[in-house]
């Protein structure tokens, strides 16, 4: 197995970049997920879990690649993180008040509506669904769900039949010929030795709306949820039986991780 592709998302549910390398510590990916919007109203964390009021987010996309956070908008301008005008922009963008911010407060949480609900009632459905505090498992400040990092294999993403940018994986993890889908499933309490960095895969990855959603010029997929629902709906932590794909991960030795990396799967 080798390294395929690299992604990191510098705002939280905006469309994020491609990169050549990536360093990784434990606190994830370095510019990823460092940013996040907040809902002015009700304090939570904007995901496009929550589609009804954020899928527009999936609309923008974020830079990060010089060192500053460019948020590129759907009319094809953009705007600086740090412009002084940047929470009027976005606010005025998603029709709802927020604000930009860098630092995770304590007890951040986001609202996740159940995902099947919303595929079977529509995204604009109320539908219910849990108050989830995000970054638990991640140290310092940044705006990942459940892990410093997720990966994904070619072999899970070309059987279900949707591009990786759905599932927002920081690695993409090329397979050989024959390689089943889901094995990943088997990976969690093992160890990923990718290039110089060692790797501990934590958890199943249960999936959410936002992998059916539009993407930039991407139609929906609602196949892209509906296809693991079927076919590999399993535990996921504490959250009953979910349909996953894909795997959670915490760094143990820091460094850098290259495309084409070879990736060593431990016992």
Known sequence: MRVESLRRYPVKS?????????????????????????????GHVASAKQ???????????????????????????????????????LSRLLGRPVRLISQRPDGATLERPDPEKLLELGVDAEVGGRILEIGQATPGDSFTDDAPLHAITTATLE???????????????ATPAGYPP??????????????????RVLALTSRCVVPTL???????????????????????????????????????????????????LGR
């Not at 956070?69 to 094809?76: F, R, T």
């Not at 889901?182 to 790797?199: K, P, S």
């Open 14 to 42: 905006m469309l994020g970049e491609v990169v050549n390398s990536m360093f990784v510590d434990e606190r994830g990916a370095e510019g990823d997920r460092r940013l996040a919007l907040v809902d002015a109203v009700t």
């Open 182 to 199: 889901y094995a990943e499933d088997d990976w969690v309490g093992r160890e990923l030795t990718v290039g110089e960095v060692r790797l």
């Open 214 to 264: 539009e993407h930039g010029p991407l139609a929906r997929a609602p196949h892209a949820l509906r296809t693991p629902a079927a076919e590999n709906r399993l535990q996921a932590g504490s959250s009953g039986a979910q349909p996953c794909a894909g795997v959670y991960l915490e760094v143990v030795a820091e460094g850098v991780i290259r495309i084409g990396d070879r990736v060593i």
């Open 51 to 89: 589609a009804r009021l954020w899928r527009g987010l999936l609309k923008c996309t974020a830079n990060g690649s010089t060192g500053r956070v460019s948020i590129g908008l759907p009319d094809g301008t953009s705007v600086a993180a740090d412009d002084p005008g940047v929470d009027e922009q």
């Open 159 to 173: 059987h279900i039949g949707v591009e990786a940018l759905r599932y927002r994986p920081n690695l993409v993890i």
